[in-house]
């Protein structure tokens, strides 16, 4: 298509979260592991080494690596919460171009210029009533993780939007 481009690609993701009322050391504890800061609040990203670092909820982040690098599973005091791995149930929608805040405004409701929205942050949001994790990457790019079994058919949405 031109001015836009979109991929897919498995999309390794572990899980952890801590459980109420220890949240100070579960962070301090899965800092540590990571050897990178958390992100502070819902939304934030950071980026270390190949792993990039969402806070989707108060207590709960995703860890997700590049496709095809290992997932980095970390082990938690069961005492201060837990992981696991999502990323069998998850694919990464890579999508970017000049056009991409056209094609998907007819997707999702996004307020491209929000700093809500900015590149570097992360929101749920749904697209076609499914669950999706938006991850905007650059002004013109973003990541869209979406559960496995609505890849393709999300995939396809998105491509007629981009045609049509």
């Not at 979260?17 to 504890?29: K, V, Y």
């Amino acid at each position: 298509m031109k001015d836009f481009n979109l991929s897919a690609a498995d999309c390794p993701i572990v899980q952890i979260e801590g459980w109420d009322g220890t949240l100070a050391r579960f962070e301090a504890s899965a800092s540590q592991a990571l050897g990178a800061p958390l992100p502070a609040t819902v939304g934030e990203t950071v980026r270390h080494a190949d792993v990039l670092i969402v806070r989707v909820a108060p207590r709960r982040f995703w860890l997700i690596s590049e496709a095809g690098a290992k997932s980095p599973f970390l082990t938690i005091d069961p005492e201060l919460g837990c992981s696991f791995l999502l990323g069998e149930g998850r694919v990464c929608l890579r999508m970017q171009g000049p056009r991409l805040p056209e094609i998907l405004s007819r997707c999702v409701a996004v307020d491209w210029s929000s700093p809500a929205s900015a590149p570097g942050r992360a929101w749920h949001t749904a697209l076609h009533h499914v669950p999706v994790l938006l991850l905007r990457t650059a002004e013109t790019a973003c990541d869209l993780v979406v559960p496995r079994s609505f890849a393709k058919s999300l995939a396809e949405w998105i491509a007629d939007s981009a045609t049509g």
